[in-house]
């Protein structure tokens, strides 16, 4: 009976930590890849971002978001983390208790890792899952790091951030090999059963006929 007090005190603990924040932004110039680079952004940062309001007029983007994280919102290391970006916060200001960010999306360009046929890349651990520039490849090979399950979640998009192919699997698998759909440009990398479990990072590289 004592336990399960205990455990009832925690869970009021751990939702009374959690910190909701609000957000409205105005992209000129947005689009699906900008909504993308801020919501990796926020998740980064530690922050679950809910969609309230989406509205999309002639490339100018508003949205309002609501975020649940547990540490407060730092404005600052966002418009820093978005200008890696090429994303411009124009103006910001709290506002009635909603922080207001005016974006310039004109000259947005994901900074993420790119797979070549000369280059790979070996990841850090991620809490988010991982994502690639691989319009200069033409197959992918992905390795899981050594003894731990990994539980392919992958997709590959175009340009316009659709989905050309994916492939989600709950068995688990230590390497996985794939050609490329044409138009490829951007490569997801997740696990099925959350990024958490994975310990270490993973090797992404160009794949070859011999490997």
Not at 63 to 83: H, Q, S, T, V
Not at 97 to 118: C, G, H, R, Y
Not at 123 to 132: A, H, I, K, T
Not at 174 to 200: C, H, T
């Amino acid at each position: 009976m004592k336990l399960l007090f205990w455990v009832a005190v925690m869970s009021v603990s751990l939702t009374a930590a959690e910190i909701k924040t609000h957000l409205h932004l105005h992209i000129m110039q947005g689009g699906l890849l900008c909504t993308k680079i801020i919501h990796t952004t926020l998740a980064k940062m530690g922050f679950k971002a809910n969609v309230n309001r989406y509205r999309n007029q002639d490339g100018t983007v508003d949205m309002d978001l609501l975020l649940n994280g547990r540490k407060p919102y730092d404005p600052k290391l966002f418009a820093e983390m978005l200008r890696e970006h090429q994303i411009v916060v124009e103006k910001g200001q709290l506002q009635n208790k909603q922080w207001m960010f005016t974006l310039d999306a004109s000259n947005t360009v994901w900074n993420i890792p790119a797979i070549s046929e000369d280059e790979g890349a070996q990841m850090e651990r991620s809490l988010v899952p991982y994502w690639f520039q691989v319009n200069k490849a033409h197959a992918i090979s992905i390795e899981a790091p050594y003894g731990i399950k990994w539980y392919p979640d992958v997709a590959v998009l175009d340009a316009n951030m659709q989905v050309l192919a994916s492939y989600r699997e709950f068995k688990d698998e230590d390497r996985l090999v794939f050609e490329l759909p044409q138009n490829s440009m951007y490569l997801k990398v997740s696990n099925a059963s959350g990024m958490k479990i994975l310990k270490e990072g993973m090797w992404v590289d160009h794949a070859t006929d011999e490997r």
